[in-house]
């Protein structure tokens, strides 16, 4: 399914899902999105639960595939107390020129988003020279075990919803170019933080 079918699908409920690990995230996301300045990308704004570990008065703007994803993020922007504005965009297609942002920042999207390189790509072509992405994502664990049953679970997620969790991010961002790349787990090897210079 397509990730804009599956998150249209998905909007009303999502919330409700998704507290449990925005609880337990909220710290690490806080001390990670800590370093983000300037102006702003967030890819894959979904409902905007992220945005409250932002810190203030920055200028962001948030893009989504999802329209109803981003009708149900709009209180959340507004409530941001610093400039914060949403489009409707695909990451793999970024609408903006060149060198634009200071941060580009995402949050469980690249185990979404159908080509991680080519959108990973996009991120580093919108950065400023020196910018900074930000990433906090679910990968594959380097632990057999785990490993095993996430490409197992894998096949089942991403043909019901678009979800991969068998990829390697860090690797990916490499790929995409950028350098200085630093990752610390947040829980096991699974959830990190990620992140990287143009
Ligand atoms: C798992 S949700 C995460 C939402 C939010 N960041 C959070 O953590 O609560 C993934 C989001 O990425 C968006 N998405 C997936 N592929 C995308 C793409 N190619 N471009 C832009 N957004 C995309 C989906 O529409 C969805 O809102």
Not at 44 to 52: K, L, R
Not at 72 to 84: M, T
Not at 136 to 156: R, T
Request: aromatic share 12%; net charge positive; hydrophobic share 40%.
């Amino acid at each position: 399914m397509s990730p804009t079918k599956n998150y249209d699908r998905v909007a009303k409920t999502f919330d409700y899902f998704r507290k449990g690990d925005m609880r337990r995230w909220g710290r690490s996301q806080k001390e990670h999105f800590s370093q983000m300045h300037g102006r702003v990308l967030h890819i894959g704004v979904g409902t905007g639960m992220e945005i409250i570990n932002f810190p203030p008065d920055l200028d962001i703007t948030g893009i989504d595939l999802s329209a109803k994803m981003i009708e149900r993020a709009l209180w959340r922007g507004k409530r941001y107390p610093g400039k914060f504005r949403f489009c409707l965009m695909n990451a793999e297609f970024l609408a903006f020129p060149d060198d634009t942002f200071d941060t580009v920042v995402t949050v469980c999207v690249f185990c979404t988003v159908p080509h991680p390189v080519a959108g990973l790509k996009e991120c580093r072509r919108v950065l400023k020279p020196g910018g900074k992405l930000l990433m906090f994502e679910h990968v594959l664990s380097k632990n057999p075990i785990y490993g095993l049953s996430l490409k197992f679970m894998s096949i089942f997620t991403a043909a019901l919803e678009g979800t991969h969790l068998d990829r390697n991010t860090v690797e990916n961002v490499r790929e995409a170019g950028f350098k200085f790349i630093a990752e610390k787990n947040v829980y096991l090897d699974i959830v990190k933080t990620i992140a990287g210079t143009k």
